[in-house]
């Protein structure tokens, strides 16, 4: 301070309060790219290695298995309504709403899910997701309700 003015300003984060926002920035960029469908900024935030674990059990751990997914996603118009997200040190997680097109050719607008991000290095390393358990239930349902006509035509 000179003359009553502050000259500089000096601000450093923890180390883990940095960690802590390095995580949350990239989780918010993915779920960003993520519902404007641009893969290429999506593919960015993934580590070389990361491992990508989904609701169905299929694993992505390739950079090619990864794209092909956020392909996918983007092609059946995916749309993300994240809420209640909160980062403890280098995770994320949040719940949400998601609609894809196969959803909504099933007749649910939405499901609702469960995201578990850890970011190392400023990428994801790690990417999970689950159903809540009501969308599972609705999903089993939907794909209950699509089979019964064909059981009944083999039949």
């Known amino acids: 301070v000179e003359d009553g003015k502050v000259e500089t300003f000096d601000f450093t984060f923890t180390p883990d309060a940095l960690t802590a926002l390095t995580a949350g920035s990239v989780a918010a960029a993915l779920i960003s790219a993520e519902a404007t469908h641009d893969v290429d900024t999506a593919m960015t935030l993934f580590a070389p290695d990361a491992v990508v674990t989904i609701a169905t059990g299929e694993v992505f751990n390739t950079p090619d298995a990864i794209r092909a997914w956020q392909q996918e996603l983007a092609d059946g118009n995916f749309h993300i309504e ?71 035509a083999s039949a």
């Open 82 to 152: 994240a809420v209640g997200r909160y980062v403890e040190g280098n995770t994320v997680h949040w719940t949400g709403d998601i609609s894809l097109d196969l959803f909504r050719q099933m007749g649910i607008p939405s499901l609702g899910g469960v995201w578990t991000v850890t970011v190392g290095a400023g990428l994801v390393t790690s990417f999970d997701f689950a159903w809540t358990p009501e969308a599972g239930q609705m999903l089993q349902q939907a794909f209950s309700a699509a089979a019964a006509p064909e059981a009944t």
